[in-house]
């Protein structure tokens, strides 16, 4: 159980592109959705923490105009990359978490290259 | 807010011997410590979690200890194989109904290697 997925797990793209990437929980009902970013050897950074049917919260430093996190769905959230450049390539993952429960699961993460 | 720091950055171990990641949290609000495993390339994997109120859990060769006064968890993998070679990463997320998401806080993250 505790399954999340992520599509698509890899992507190139022309600088000046959006690029949508989607979460889903596959075998339970995310109530809190993350969206996380990694670059080589370092740790994950949170970019925004969404909640079904409510505008996602953003951390600090993060564009909200730029990264467009959706959460349409209690088993889908989706992250859209817009007028991506070259320094957004990095390894984006989400995580999904049930109401009332500390616990987060991650899907298998993103790669996102933007030439 | 929540800091995490995680020692050793790098731990280097033969296969059969113990090894030991240590974090340190700096909120005393937070009460709930994970413990992922991440490969390369591929998203973490939760390996084992405590709350705080439990000193000690255990998972096979796994195990966790927390001493919620010095604000430190470790974790121990006994008996180690060389699948266990990955990049362990510890958390700490406060009270989740204190106005507060609960978010996980991460620490730097240590990279285990394994050596047959």
């Known amino acids: 159980g505790a399954v999340v997925s992520q599509h698509p797990s890899w992507v190139i793209c022309k600088s000046g592109t959006s690029v949508k990437i989607e979460c889903r929980s596959l075998?339970?009902?995310?109530?809190?959705m993350f969206w996380y970013r990694q670059f080589p050897k370092q740790s994950l950074m949170l970019m925004a923490t969404s909640n079904e049917g409510s505008k996602a919260t953003y951390e600090q430093g993060v564009e909200k105009d730029k990264f467009l996190i959706n959460h349409a769905s209690l088993t889908l959230s989706t992250l859209t990359v817009t007028s991506a450049h070259p320094e957004d390539s990095s390894f984006y993952i989400c995580s999904a978490r049930v109401l009332g429960l500390h616990t987060q699961y991650f899907g298998p993460g993103t790669r996102l290259t933007v030439l | 807010g929540e800091n995490v720091e995680q020692h050793p950055s790098t731990l280097s171990v033969q296969e059969g011997d113990s090894a030991v990641i240590k974090c340190t949290y700096s909120d005393s609000a937070s009460n709930y410590f994970p413990w992922y495993k991440q490969e390369l390339g591929k998203g973490p994997q939760l390996i084992i979690d405590i709350r705080s109120n439990v000193g000690e859990k255990k998972d096979q060769r796994i195990a966790v200890t927390l001493n919620k006064t010095a604000k430190h968890f470790s974790l121990h993998i006994t008996e180690t194989q060389p699948e266990d070679s990955a990049v362990y990463f510890c958390?700490?997320?406060?009270?989740?109904?204190?106005?507060?998401?609960?978010?996980?806080?991460f620490g730097k993250g240590t990279k285990l290697s394994v050596k047959p």
């Open positions: 075998d339970f009902q995310a109530t809190t």
């Open positions: 958390a700490a997320s406060p009270v989740l109904f204190r106005g507060s998401q609960g978010n996980l806080i």
